[in-house]
């Protein structure tokens, strides 16, 4: 059977390429992260950095055609997501599962030439990324299963560089985790009448919109106190703790955006926001081992 190949744009909008900047720029704080612990460098060659892009960009784009196929009944019922592109018919479910098949290659042929570590991870990996969807039908802790496999990037991209699993990475992914968790319970508030009428479970479904941005404040308040923890054991410099302060500011904006009585900037909290706290995160390692290296 031959591939059956999409236009480019289309792939595009189909795995919302422009979402990658939530985890990209984590996987490359690890990586960053994890060179200057282990070699004092801010370097971790280019072949790590290859291949922890391309292990990101087919962990990512197999999550993305998963998860819309599996969910594109729900996406079908649901006025937000009927126009995406399974329900519009852009995208057969044929090559959906053609795009989740390449990229998970893409995925493992990259954990195989980083460490032995990384492919045998990977199996878990993918497990969590397949699932996530199916959390949706039973959990309203979806939010937090979502939070740990978008957070095992963070924690890829150290053990790429390291070869091995410490509290650096743990740390880092403890801080996406929380963050994720926050940001896709402000995400779900608005298919609040949806999921409640069909059924699917979300924490803002589960306790009601006010409760469920409380929620999701609390997360972001554990989020900006790991970052300063994950800064604390990895000897970050000043530049780490002042993209922490901004960080915790973009926190606190995007909360004040959004309010029981009005959602209708959710989008701008989730996406604009979130582009430019992942963004401060990557600059902000940048600059702590570039200081810490010529210091």
């Known amino acids: 059977m031959a591939f059956p190949a999409l236009p480019l744009k289309t792939l595009l909008s189909f795995v919302k390429f422009e979402h990658t900047v ?3 720029p984590f996987a490359y704080a690890g990586m960053l992260l994890a060179a200057q612990q282990t070699s004092g460098s801010y370097w971790p060659g280019a072949w790590t950095l290859l291949w922890v892009t391309l292990a990101m960009a087919g962990a990512r784009t197999a ?3 998963a998860n819309r196929l599996i969910d594109a009944r729900i996406d079908a019922l649901n006025p937000r997501t009927a126009g995406r592109e399974i329900p519009r018919g852009k995208v057969t479910p044929v090559q959906a599962v053609w795009l989740t098949v390449v990229s998970l290659l893409v995925l493992g042929f990259a954990a195989w030439q980083l460490n032995p570590l990384c492919l045998a991870l990977m199996p878990l990996a993918v497990f969590f990324l397949i699932l996530y969807p199916y959390t949706k039908r039973f959990t309203w802790l979806c939010h937090l299963w979502l939070g740990v496999t978008d957070g095992a990037a ?4 150290w053990i790429a560089v390291t070869g091995r699993f410490d509290w650096g990475a743990l740390l880092l992914w ?5 963050w994720m968790v926050g940001l896709d319970v402000i995400y779900a508030t608005q298919d ?15 306790f009601g919109v006010a409760r469920a941005l409380r929620l999701a404040a609390a997360s972001h308040a554990l989020t900006f106190g790991l970052l300063i923890a994950t800064g604390l054991a990895v000897g970050a410099s000043w530049p780490y703790y002042l993209g922490a302060l901004v960080m915790g500011a973009i926190l606190l904006y995007e909360h004040r955006l959004v309010n029981p009585n009005d959602l209708q900037r959710v989008n701008v909290a989730f996406f ?4 430019w706290l992942a963004l401060a995160m ?8 570039v200081w810490r290296t010529v210091a």
Do not use: E, T
Not at 154 to 157: K, P, S, T
Not at 282 to 289: F, G, S, T, Y
């Open 22 to 24: 939530f985890a990209l």
């Open 282 to 289: 990557l600059l902000a390692v940048i600059a702590d081992v």
């Open 272 to 275: 604009d926001a979130n582009m």
């Open 63 to 65: 999550a993305m055609a």
């Open 192 to 206: 609040y009448d949806f999921d409640r009428r069909f059924r699917v479970q979300s924490i803002p479904a589960r």
């Open 154 to 157: 963070a924690a890829g991209g």
């Open 174 to 178: 403890l801080v996406v985790i929380f």
